[in-house]
Each structure stands twice: as structure tokens, then as C-alpha cells.
């Protein structure tokens, strides 16, 4: 059910609780299976099937805290996938210590949406890179819990 209508829009979110419980339960059990498998389902939403291979040696490099631009090189071809060059673009984009969560938040973002979208490219490329920046912005969320500030955050007028 793809929320591009008002009364979509209203179905979804009546259904957002259960389509987040299929989404992350889909997650854990594909997570399973591997990175490659993950990027593998995403081929439905426009990743090129060379990309997946592209796209692991990525996230093999992020994992080895090696450099990343021979990867990202190979990634940024002519006729790449908007998914992969975004995936390639956003971890380009943020300090070498936060590739890894951010990597997995936008994979891993693009899957939840695959399969809650009903595999609409548009939201799966939305969701990764919108997973992404959900990862960086975790620290700013675990910040204000741990020095007891979230409760001045969400009063704040």
C-alpha cells in the first residue's frame, strides 16, 4: 500500500504498526542471509544486478575501515542506479567513523521500504537515503536521553 493518495495516505497510516512489524520482521530474517542477499531483493526496485557485487565490496571496505574510493569509483558509472549512486554518495558524505551504521541504516532503510512500499523505487531511494540520515541524527536522539534533556527538548516552546 504506497502512500501517494489523501486516502492512501489515511490507510497507511492506519496500518503503519503492522506494516513496521512485517517491514523489521522481513529485516531480521533476510539480515540473516547476508548483506548480498539484502542488495539482492533491492534489484526489484532498480538496483542493477552488478551493483549488488558493487555495493557488498562497499560495505566489505566500510567493515574493514579501508578506503572506500576505489568502491565508490566503481559505483558511479555512467548509467548507474540512482539507489546505488545515492547509497555511494551518502557514505562518501560522512566521517569514516560513522560509514558503518550509516551504510547499514540506508541498506537496510531501502529493504524496510521495498517491501512496505510496495516496491516503488521512488520511496525505497527516499528511505535509504532518509535511514541514512536517521543514523547520524541517532547520536543528537542518544545524546539528549543519556544527559536527561529530552524532556526539556520535547517541552521546549
Known amino acids: 500500500m504506497s502512500p501517494t493518495q489523501n486516502s492512501d495516505a489515511t490507510a497507511f497510516a492506519e496500518n503503519a504498526a503492522q506494516l513496521f512489524n512485517s517491514a523489521i520482521s522481513l529485516s531480521r530474517e533476510d539480515a ?3 548483506l548480498k542477499y539484502l542488495l539482492l531483493r533491492l534489484t526489484t526496485v532498480g538496483l542493477k544486478s552488478d551493483e549488488v557485487g558493487e555495493l557488498q565490496q562497499l560495505g566489505i571496505a566500510v567493515f574493514k575501515n579501508a578506503d572506500i574510493a576505489l568502491p565508490l569509483q566503481n559505483i558511479r558509472k555512467p548509467l548507474a542506479s540512482p539507489l546505488a549512486v545515492a547509497i555511494a554518495n551518502v557514505l562518501e558524505a560522512v566521517p569514516p567513523d560513522r560509514r558503518q551504521s550509516v551504510f547499514l541504516a540506508a541498506v537496510l ?17 527516499f528511505a535509504a537515503v532518509n535511514g541514512a540520515a536517521t543514523a547520524q541524527t541517532t547520536i543528537l536522539t542518544q545524546d539528549l536521553i543519556a544527559h536527561r534533556h529530552g524532556l526539556e527538548f520535547a517541552e521546549r516552546e
Open 109 to 125: 532503510s531501502a529493504h524496510a521500504a521495498h517491501n512496505v512500499g510496495e516496491r516503488r523505487s521512488d520511496l525505497v531511494l
Open 32 to 34: 540473516r542471509l547476508g
